[in-house]
């Protein structure tokens, strides 16, 4: 009888704490690393509100339920918030009570349409495929992708030559998803404005581990650091 | 003392149905992961069939179509269905190699069709020749259009399953490629090469637009050391330590513009970075440099930074250079120059040339667009005047500044425009209208922030 008793309790005690740490990644990761970029006041609605709500009920100055609708109670909390922390007491999100809250504000004039988003996946590939490389590679790293862009034998796309099936091993192997750092950056962005160390190169390969036969036959270029390139 | 016998076994019977469930559960996951990812296959496949049998149907039907409208209409059809196609094409999981020809051959069926839309608009019906290139077009597509309804029968029957073709590595490719998928296609990349006419059009994919050589790089050939003096001398002999060639490859004239290329160590090496060069090898010309160094503490305007950038283009001998937008990150600015020939801007024939606002030091030059673009052009007379022009605008458009432009077109075409820079609902715009015809041919929206412009 006792054993089944410590039996039953440990497998419950495991299961539970398995369950728990499940839930608990899945909540924290929906309200993590958030951002807003417009300023909220009475009546606006969405999910960067619930961002709002979320953070003053979890600090106490809210109560009521988290469901994206600024109204009165929201509007109460934030002044509540507002003159707590020496803000200018509007019951409005702004910049600066957004900063407080512990969210990114990001003003509108910097939304809408920018390349950063792409020089930004471009230096993601650009980081895990030729990290270790001297800059001028990864520039031309940079540059075969966009090389690719536009040729015909590739997609049309940056973001379709990065994730065209089996093309990049760093795709494949999930480096890509490493943050990068300030010269791949650097390099990306270099590539999209027109630096092309590549000559025109489609295809680069590091003799060392390229598996493939065929990428021999291809006409060699220059040699930059580990890769090859070349059409 | 019966419990201390059943403690150790009875802990491990648990941890024994612990990784059971938890083996079950990952291979559940695993299955179903498996199974969305051949879903996802199978629906792409079926949609890219419907896009090139489109394309197929489409195709005979512009050979036969007498009007102008039905004509453009399909066109513009076969246009998003190649487009389309492709798309699907190069997102299945099928290796580079064995798809390229067809990539290639559906990017280029709906960029030919895209430049037959334009000449139609412009007054050119099809000629016979356009029609023969359409005629050999439809007959491709249909051959791989039974292709892929074969395949699509043995995917009915069961013989083919995605996963089989999963992507990973080329060892797993090479592998895949004995499947079914690969061999249907290899088939018709073998057809396209012996079968396919080569497509002479204007249009950003076509073959001469890509094979295009540079115009700008003048006669002389230049040995290795004398290129090494012109990269030195341009970098300031002062600052290089050391300076080493890259490797060339054995089909090094497969390059846009064949080059040596050099990395310059420089003096300071405590404080600075390599420096990259490259110098053509046909002219002896400074193609681009780049001076990764990192700039810390901005000490000079936009304006400061500009003074530099227009000195250093004098004084390495480019003139008539006009700056014309520029882009402000990492502590540099780069400007965008494009040179100007009696009052016309050629965009075509631009330099970049990026400067650190810490010292005003030139970080950074590109002048690959200029050297393959850039020869003594016999710029033609505009047929209409400036106002003739400002009637093609639309009435309400807030006109700030007018000039003369030559502009790109398809490729390699340079067609002299009036450039109206000026403000709609808020925004702001370039409308370009052709002098000479007094076509309004493109349009351009102006995005300011606070770190340039852009201009798409």
Same mark, same amino acid.
């Given at each position: ?231 | ?219 002389? !050939?230049?040995?290795? +050391?004398?290129? #090494? $003096?012109? =990269? ?5 002999? &002062? *600052?290089?330590? @050391? /300076? ?19 990395? !310059?160590?420089?003096? +300071?090496?405590? #404080? $600075?970075? =390599? ?5 053509? &090898? *046909?002219?002896? @010309? /400074? ?40 882009? @402000? ?128």
């Amino acid at each position: 009888m006792k054993k089944l008793v410590l039996l039953v309790s440990v497998f419950t005690l495991i299961f539970f704490s398995i369950y728990t740490s499940y839930i608990n990644t899945n909540t924290t990761a929906a309200y993590k690393d958030y951002s807003i970029n417009r300023v909220l006041y009475w009546g606006s609605r969405g999910d960067d509100v619930k961002q709002v709500q979320y953070r003053l009920l979890k600090w106490g100055y809210y109560t009521g339920r988290v469901d994206g609708i600024y109204g009165a109670g929201t509007y109460r909390a934030v002044r509540r918030f507002q003159r707590k922390n020496g803000l200018k007491i509007d019951g409005v999100v702004g910049p600066e009570t957004a900063a407080a809250l512990g969210l990114n504000f990001k003003s509108a004039a910097s939304r809408g349409v920018t390349r950063d988003d792409n020089v930004y996946l471009l230096a993601r590939a650009v980081h895990g495929e030729a990290r270790g490389e001297p800059y001028i590679g990864k520039v031309a790293v940079a540059a075969v992708i966009l090389n690719r862009v536009e040729h015909p034998s590739f997609p049309n796309t940056i973001a379709s030559v990065i994730y065209q099936p089996g093309a990049f091993t760093a795709v494949s192997d999930g480096q890509i998803n490493l943050t990068p750092d300030k010269d791949s950056i650097r390099a990306a962005r270099d590539a999209i404005n027109g630096w092309d160390p590549s000559y025109g190169s489609l295809y680069y390969w590091n003799p060392a581990t390229a598996t493939s036969r065929w990428i021999w036959s291809r006409k060699v270029i220059v040699k930059i650091g580990k890769h090859w390139f070349g059409k | 003392m019966k419990d201390k016998r059943w403690f150790l076994p009875g802990i491990l019977g648990l941890a024994f149905i612990v990784v059971l469930v938890w083996g079950f559960v990952q291979y559940d996951t695993k299955n179903d992961y498996k199974k969305m990812l051949n879903n996802e296959y199978q629906r792409l496949f079926y949609d890219m069939k419907d896009n090139v049998e489109n394309v197929q149907v489409n195709l005979s039907k512009v050979l036969l179509a007498e009007s102008k409208d039905l004509n453009i209409l399909l066109l513009s059809q076969i246009w998003q269905h190649a487009l389309t196609a492709q798309e699907k094409l190069s997102q299945m999981p099928v290796s580079h190699k064995d798809l390229s020809k067809t990539e290639k051959f559906l990017n280029q069926a709906a960029d030919y069709c895209y430049s037959l839309i334009q000449a139609y608009l412009d007054g050119k019906p099809i000629t016979s020749k356009q029609r023969h290139a359409l005629f050999a077009l439809q007959d491709n597509a249909s051959y791989l259009s039974k292709e892929l309804s074969d395949l699509h029968n043995k995917i009915m029957k069961g013989n083919l399953n995605f996963n089989l073709v999963r992507r990973r590595e080329d060892r797993e490719l090479d592998r895949a490629n004995e499947n079914i998928m690969n061999a249907r296609l290899t088939k018709f990349e073998e057809k396209i090469t012996n079968n396919y006419p080569e497509l002479i059009y204007d249009g950003p994919f076509s073959d001469q637009v890509l094979n295009v050589k540079p115009r700008g790089l003048g006669g002389n !050939i230049v040995d290795v +050391n004398e290129a #090494k $003096e012109i =990269a030195k001398k341009f970098v300031g002999i &002062k *600052k290089v330590r @050391k /300076i080493t060639k890259f490797e060339e490859g054995k089909k090094s004239n497969a390059a846009n513009i064949e080059a040596y290329t050099f990395s !310059i160590s420089p003096e +300071n090496m405590s #404080k $600075e970075r =390599a420096i990259y060069i490259s110098v053509s &090898k *046909k002219g002896g @010309k /400074i193609i681009w440099m780049m001076n990764p160094r990192p700039v810390d503490r901005k000490k000079l305007s936009i304006n400061d930074a500009l003074e530099y950038a227009k000195r250093f283009l004098e004084k390495k001998g480019y003139k008539g250079m006009e700056p014309n937008y520029l882009l @402000k990150f990492d502590g540099v600015v780069l400007f965008n120059f494009a040179y100007k020939d009696d009052n016309v801007t050629i965009y075509a024939d631009n330099i970049k040339v990026k400067v650190a606002l810490d010292n005003g030091e030139i970080v950074g030059f590109d002048a690959a667009a200029y050297l393959k673009s850039h020869y003594d052009r016999d710029l033609p007379k505009p047929k209409l005047t400036e106002e003739e022009a400002r009637d093609r605008v639309k009435l309400d458009f807030d006109i700030e500044n007018v000039r003369l432009a030559l502009i790109p077109k398809n490729g390699i075409k340079e067609i002299l425009c009036y450039e109206f820079k000026g403000k709609y609902k808020g925004s702001n715009f370039i409308v370009y209208i052709n002098a000479e015809t007094g076509k309004e041919e493109k349009i351009l929206k102006v995005i300011k922030d606070e770190n340039g412009i852009l201009m798409i």
